[in-house]
């Protein structure tokens, strides 16, 4: 079987769905591997890298001939895809809400594509899941990119001029990323603060020393839906959360928001009127940014100034750790396809419970039931 790995070409991507650790395990389940020279540059990887271990080096032109599964962070062009074979896998984080017209070419091309991002939230998937990986870089990136863009130190400090105090730290939404950023915040000295919709959150914030702020019960919400996600709360249960909110953030000098439920635009748990009482000086970074934003105001990529409160986020926070993120992305994939890696047929074969959760297209036809619903 022959995998091929493209450059990406999406504005701002750094990452690479392939690394010289992962065509080494790839080579050693008897794959080919082709690789488009340069793809692993913006992640600090040479062409001679992955030659090192084996790899084919194609030139610029970026032909894929004879590819029978192209990896991808992001999915690629069908245009970039002519010469793979009939019926070839495209496995990457394929963004099939938001490209959707993509997705519909991969069907008509007759690929058969596989999104990484509906991987089940199952134990067996845990290490094949690239929202988990990217998710858990991005809150710790979020965190060190406020406290370098806030003009005060997070951690107290005790000095022979006097004393500076903590940082507080409010993170919002405490999934993969919220979680990871309450350790960072931590880490780097901060007092910190936590909120979410599912209450078995709570402990977890407890479990990292940081102090969860709650709604206590609107009548019988959990707020977790199928497989872990959050889903959309009531009108009551957000006014509620809105007040208890609005009175905590006032007090916070960074604030970290990761809301997001899949397949809607995030849901905005900031307001500018929440903002106009913050103490000028103080960092909000907005996590779901790109997925139309948790706070007020913000934009992709931009440091947007309201009331004397910087507000930030990134169109593609992991982007932002290139070689770490490719490094567990790669790992992601080569987890998956080897898991089901049929021996014989020297090929992946797919479950049922897998392959139906992730497949969108399949002989000529959009499948996938999220897509169709
Ligand atoms: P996510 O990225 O979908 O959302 C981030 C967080 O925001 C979630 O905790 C969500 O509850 C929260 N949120 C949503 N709306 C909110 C609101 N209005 N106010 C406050 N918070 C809000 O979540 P995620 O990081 O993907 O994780 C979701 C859950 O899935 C977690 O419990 C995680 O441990 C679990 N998970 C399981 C597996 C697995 O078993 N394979 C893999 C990954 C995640």
Redesign the pocket.
């Known amino acids: 079987v022959k995998l091929a790995v493209l450059r990406e070409r999406a504005s701002g991507e750094t990452r690479v769905a392939i690394t010289p650790e992962t065509v080494k395990k790839f080579k050693a389940l008897g794959a080919n591997v082709a690789i488009e020279a340069g793809a692993g540059l913006a992640a600090s990887i040479a062409d001679a890298d992955y030659a090192a271990m084996g790899a084919q080096i194609l030139d610029g032109s970026g032909s894929i001939a004879e590819a029978d599964i192209v990896l991808g962070v992001q999915g690629p062009d069908v245009a970039l895809l002519s010469g793979a074979k009939p019926g070839a896998w495209i496995v990457a984080g394929l963004d099939p809400f938001g490209q959707r017209a993509r997705v519909d070419a991969y069907a008509a091309a007759g690929f058969e594509a596989l999104a990484m991002e509906f ?5 067996r ?2 290490s094949m ?1 690239i ?2 990986s990217q ?1 858990n870089l991005a809150g710790y990136k979020a965190v060190i990119e406020a406290a370098a863009t806030y003009g005060r130190a997070f951690p107290m400090m005790m000095t022979a001029a006097g004393t500076i105090s903590a940082a507080k730290a409010f993170i ?7 979680l990871q950023a309450i350790a960072t915040a931590r880490r780097l000295g901060a007092q910190v603060s936590a ?4 209450s ?2 709570k402990e977890q914030i407890m479990s990292l020393g940081a102090k969860p702020i709650f709604v206590e019960k609107v009548a019988g919400i959990e ?2 839906g199928a ?4 889903t959309e ?1 009531s009108a009551e249960y ?1 006014a509620a ?1 809105a007040e208890l909110v609005s009175a905590h953030i006032a007090k916070q000098d960074i604030v970290i928001t ?5 397949g809607r635009a995030a ?1 905005r ?1 900031i307001s500018d009127a929440q903002i106009a009482t913050m103490k000028p000086g103080s960092v909000i970074f907005d996590l779901a940014v790109a997925q139309g934003g948790n706070v007020e105001g913000s934009v992709p990529d931009q440091i947007v100034e309201r009331h004397g409160v910087k507000i930030m986020g990134y169109s593609n926070t992991p982007a932002h750790l290139p070689a770490d993120a490719s490094a567990l992305f790669a790992r992601n994939l080569y987890n998956f396809l080897s898991a089901f890696w049929d021996k014989e047929q020297g090929k992946p074969v797919l479950d049922e419970e897998i392959g139906n959760a992730i497949r969108l297209t399949a002989n000529g036809a959009v499948v996938n039931p999220r897509l169709l619903g």
């Open positions: 991987m089940p939230r199952i134990t998937a845990q899941d929202l988990s998710s919002m939404g405490v999934g993969v990323a919220g909120t979410d919709v599912r078995a959150t707020g977790e497989g872990g996600y959050a709360m957000q959360q990761t809301a997001l439920i899949p849901p748990l």
